[in-house]
């Protein structure tokens, strides 16, 4: 009877295991490496999810160019972000479906509150862009293991809090707070008043608002805070909202003779224009800031592409994206060394991505053992002397998470109270 090639090669690699030979390496194996993308494509989050995808292409192309991953090329499998329920349901498409090798991506916090535990259930790994802010995920995710998250959503607003402190204490007292009404809004707004407290700066809070995330109407917002006047405004507004809410500000005059913390508000930093952005607003950039006097080769490489390509400067969530594709990479090779050359286990790739280090576009990052990002963040106070038609900062001020996102196992308000000032 004659054998096929298939049996042939079926029977003697089944005698050459029964006589403790080694077993054909797993990078033999054919087909691309499969990374879902989960990225939002409409309303004011936008602009951030089409940065991290592009983010993510820009380390895919390289990798592939590179010789892929253990000889195999990425193939990306991209689907949209929108409500947690939706999200959730193309999560399971992307594993059960398309059949991933892992997933990256996610933005918003409610989404990513959703997405932690089907991660979770389905052995998913799951490398967050954003997505987690601290109370949501202690409470919903305290020790995942296929879901690895981002930098704490507070960093930011520690970051500027702490500038704020430092640069402006005795010039204001009366502050107001314009946040999204969720978690991570409330979250911000709750460390930026813990951190004044902390440094012993007394504050009149005259008015808390919390409009609903994707709002582009604020019109009574800025009438309520003209009528509370106050010294201050701070806001964590990240996305299409921010320009909004400024436009409207400025118009109704609300810039004048007001300070503002915008502490996330350079992920739209292209439509924070010079004619609604005063100078000398606290302007956050969170983890990469597209002129960066300093920045790395691979930096300028991408943000070179990025403006090639798109006619655009790039923001953070860029860094976020291309850092999972890069720290996966670099897991999966390290895991299959350890497993003598043979492609690694979904268990083996989660365990070396804890404590995995790369050259990320902003600067090392890594993921802590506790599967939380730790980079650098960047802010400063807004110019107008540029070439652009929007602000930009100058000079940049840069903290690590080491000293701006609270150590493992420790609450954030416990961490912030134990701060030596």
């Known amino acids: 009877m004659m054998t096929s090639r298939r049996r042939f090669l079926k029977l003697t690699g089944a005698a050459a295991a029964a006589v403790g030979l080694p077993a054909a390496p797993a990078r033999a194996q054919s087909g691309p490496v499969k ?25 895919t192309d390289r990798i592939n160019a590179g010789g892929g991953i253990l000889g195999r090329r990425i193939a990306l499998v991209v689907e949209e972000e929108s409500s947690p329920k939706d999200t959730v349901e193309r999560f399971r498409k992307l594993s059960l479906s398309d059949k991933v090798d892992v997933v990256s991506g996610a933005v918003s916090t409610g989404v990513g509150l959703a997405l932690g535990p089907v991660a979770e259930e389905m052995k998913t790994i799951w490398l967050a862009w954003d997505a987690t802010t601290q109370k949501g995920v202690e409470e919903t995710m305290p020790k995942p293991r296929y879901s690895f998250r981002s930098c704490d959503n507070e960093c ?56 609903k995330l994707g709002s582009t109407d604020f019109t009574s917002h800025v009438a309520a805070l ?19 809410f400024m436009k409207q500000a400025h118009a109704a005059g609300l810039t004048q003779g007001t300070k503002f913390v915008l502490t996330t508000g350079g992920g739209v930093h292209e439509s924070m224009k010079k004619a609604f952005t005063p100078e000398g607003v606290l302007l ?27 006619k655009e400067w790039p923001n ?13 990479k670099a897991a999966v090779e390290r895991a ?11 268990d083996q790739i989660v365990a070396a991505l804890e404590g995995v280090e790369v050259e990320s576009l902003s600067g090392p990052r890594r993921y802590r053992e506790d599967h939380i990002m730790e980079a650098t963040f960047f802010q400063g106070y807004t110019t107008h002397k540029n070439k652009h038609d929007f602000v930009t900062v100058d000079p940049v001020e840069a903290m690590g998470t080491k000293q701006i996102q609270k150590p493992s196992g420790v609450g954030l308000y416990d961490w912030i109270n134990s701060w030596k000032v």
């Open 336 to 346: 299959a060394k350890a497993a003598g050359g043979r492609w690694p286990s979904v």
């Open 316 to 328: 953070y969530e860029s860094d976020h994206g291309y850092f999972t594709v890069v720290a996966y």
């Open 35 to 59: 990374i879902g993308v989960l990225a939002a494509k409409a309303g004011v989050t936008a602009p951030v999810g089409e940065s991290g995808l592009r983010g993510v292409q820009f380390a």
């Open 226 to 244: 003209q009528q509370a006047k106050p010294d201050l405004v701070f806001s964590c507004f990240w996305a299409g909202d921010t320009p909004i």
């Open 156 to 211: 930011e607003a520690v970051m500027a809090s702490i500038l704020t402190a430092k640069n402006w204490k005795g010039a204001f007292r009366r502050v107001a707070g314009i946040n999204p009404d969720y978690s991570y809004g409330r979250d911000n707004w709750a460390a930026f008043l813990a951190i004044m407290k902390r440094h012993g700066i007394e504050v009149e809070v005259v008015s808390e608002l919390w409009p």
């Open 284 to 310: 956050g950039y969170n983890s990469m800031y597209f002129e960066h006097p300093r920045a790395s080769a691979l930096m300028k490489e991408f943000v070179r592409w990025h403006h090639e390509q798109f």
